[in-house]
Nanobody, 123 residues
Framework: QVQLVESGGGLVQAGGSLRLSCVAS????????MGWFRQTPGKEREFVAG????????YYGDSVGGRFTISRDNAKNTLYLQMNSLKPEDTAVYYC????????????????WGQGTQVTVSS
């Protein structure tokens, strides 16, 4: 198993930036393919960014491409999400997740989830 703990959320004005972190403990971090999702009340969990299972390929949701960047530091067992040019519609709870199979964009492929961190973007 792996335990995931997110941090870095908060309140920011539109156009600002935040960097989310997700620290993993338990089994070897590099054994997992990681991703970020977000969710707002009443809506399904939305894919934000993730790694492919081969190499260091990265993928982004249509609404965040070009503004967000996913990265990982295996030495620190940490996943990051750099969020720039934030918009009010980016307001959500952000979750990091880990998987060993399946599709990067499908939340059902992920086996482990963090508790989430709230991001609020004011206009």
């Amino acid at each position: 198993q792996v335990q995931l703990v997110e941090s870095g959320g908060g309140l920011v004005q539109a156009g600002g930036s935040l960097r989310l972190s997700c620290v993993a403990s338990g089994r070897t971090f590099r054994s997992y393919t990681m991703g970020w999702f977000r969710q707002t009340p009443g809506k399904e969990r939305e894919f934000v960014a993730g790694f492919g299972r081969v190499g260091d390929s990265t993928y982004y949701g249509d609404s965040v491409g070009g503004r967000f960047t996913i990265s990982r530091d295996n030495a620190k067992n940490t996943l990051y999400l750099q969020m720039n040019s934030l918009k009010p519609e980016d307001t959500a709870v952000y979750y990091c997740a880990a998987r060993t199979s399946g599709s990067y964009y499908d939340s059902r492929s992920y086996d482990y989830w963090g508790q989430g961190t709230q991001v609020t973007v004011s206009s």
